[in-house]
Structures are given as structure tokens and as C-alpha cells.
């Protein structure tokens, strides 16, 4: 069965700490990985996808096809990183549709 | 100028009514979805239309039905309302092509007392 699984609810860290959120697939094929976020009283909104490769408010995340992971990391965490953050794969055959995990609360304390 | 919008932000109504939500987007995208996030937070996809053409219909009571009256909008309407249909419902779009980067509106509460 196709599953994505974020296995922690709430990642409570201190500020200027390294900052992980987990993500693990089990998809057929190479699903195509994005990260959402939701910061508090805002909509949800795309952070990074992994086949831009890019760095996002200095978040990258790297997609381990021999882990199937796809983990969200922050060398120094803000304040401001607090917020919900979802990881979602993408089937590249069949139905196109997001399915996004249960989601991480990140909590960036002072 | 807002770019995926949803009315009403707040719905709070009793079990066995029946209610709509709206969504427009203004984004000229061609796709558009209703997804459903739980009091757990899990965010659940429930339909998809492309072009006022119905392309997902996940395993949702038929209480609930999409209605899309041209491609810029997509209306949910809900029959006879049950506890367990409280939660946050989004609506999203995403243009056509490659990226599958979605907009998501605001999101409208709903409440069944």
C-alpha cells in the first residue's frame, strides 16, 4: 500500500538548534517529493520540492531513494520556522494527486 | 488580491442540515481540489475537477457533492450534516503542467453541533 508516514507530531527545539522533520514513502516508482507549510492563521503553501533541489528559507531536504525518506532539515532553527509542516509524495504514473502525511507541528522556542 | 478564496470562513450548523462551501480562484488554473484536515490535522484529499470535469472522487459519503459551474470555481454542498463532517475543508488549485505546485484557500471550519 501506498503510505507516507511522519512519524513525529510535535519537534519542539531551541532556537539556533538543527531542526529535522522526518518523512518516509512507500510508493511504487520515484514519486516526486514536496514539502508544505502552514504557518499559524495562514494557508497552507508549497516550502520546496525535491527536484528543485533548492533551499528555502534555509531548509533543504534530500530524497534518499534507498531509505525512501525525504527529510526536511534546518541547520539553525527560528522562531519564525515554527509552524505545521506536511510532507507529500507524488505518484509520476496513474492518479496525479497529492497525499500529504499527518504533519509535523514544529515549535521553535526562544 | 486573493488568490484562492473560500466562503465562509466560520460555518457552525446542526447535524441533519444541509450547507455549501465556496471556493473561487482567480489564478486561471485549471484544476482544482477539495481536501478535508481532521482534528488530528490529517489532511485528506475528497475530489478533484479539471475543467468542470470530475478526475478524483475519493471514498466520501455521496452527502457530499462538488459542483463546478465553471473552472474558476468549485462549490462543496453537504446533505444532512453528521458530527463526524466537522473539520477544517480546503480548497486548492494548480495550474496545468509539470508542477504540481498547489494554492491552497484559506480553509472554512466547519462546526456540527
Known amino acids: 500500500a501506498q503510505r507516507v508516514t511522519q512519524p513525529e507530531k510535535l519537534l519542539s527545539v531551541f532556537k539556533g538548534a538543527p531542526v529535522e522533520l522526518k518523512c518516509n514513502y512507500s510508493?511504487?516508482?520515484?514519486?516526486?517529493l514536496f514539502w508544505y507549510v502552514q504557518y499559524s492563521r495562514q494557508r497552507l503553501q508549497l516550502l520546496l520540492r525535491?527536484?528543485s533541489r533548492e533551499s528555502i528559507k534555509g531548509f533543504t531536504a534530500d530524497l534518499n531513494k534507498g531509505e525512501t525518506s525525504f527529510h526536511l532539515k534546518k541547520p539553525f532553527a527560528q522562531e519564525e520556522d515554527s509552524a505545521m509542516y506536511y510532507c507529500?509524495?507524488?505518484?509520476?504514473?496513474?492518479?496525479?494527486?497529492?497525499?500529504f502525511g499527518s504533519g509535523t507541528r514544529l515549535q521553535v522556542q526562544p | 488580491d486573493t488568490a484562492v478564496s473560500q466562503t465562509p470562513k466560520y460555518l457552525v450548523t446542526q447535524m441533519g442540515n444541509d450547507k455549501s462551501i465556496k471556493c473561487e480562484q482567480n489564478?486561471?488554473?485549471?484544476?482544482m481540489y477539495w481536501y478535508k484536515q481532521d482534528s488530528k490535522k490529517f489532511l485528506k484529499i475528497m475530489f478533484s475537477?479539471?475543467?468542470?470535469?470530475?478526475?478524483i472522487n475519493e471514498t466520501v459519503p455521496n452527502r457530499f457533492s462538488p459542483k463546478s459551474p465553471d473552472k474558476a470555481h468549485l462549490n462543496l454542498h453537504i446533505n444532512s450534516l453528521e458530527l463526524g463532517d466537522s473539520a477544517v475543508y480546503f480548497c486548492?488549485?494548480?495550474?496545468?503542467?509539470?508542477?504540481?505546485?498547489?494554492?491552497f484557500g484559506p480553509g472554512t471550519r466547519l462546526t456540527v453541533t
Open positions: 486548492a488549485s494548480r495550474p496545468t503542467g509539470a508542477s504540481y505546485e498547489q494554492y
Open positions: 510508493y511504487s516508482g520515484s514519486p516526486e
Open positions: 525535491h527536484i
Open positions: 507529500a509524495p507524488l505518484k509520476r504514473t496513474g492518479r496525479r494527486a497529492l497525499t
Open positions: 489564478l486561471g488554473h485549471d484544476t
Open positions: 475537477y479539471n475543467n468542470k470535469e470530475l478526475i
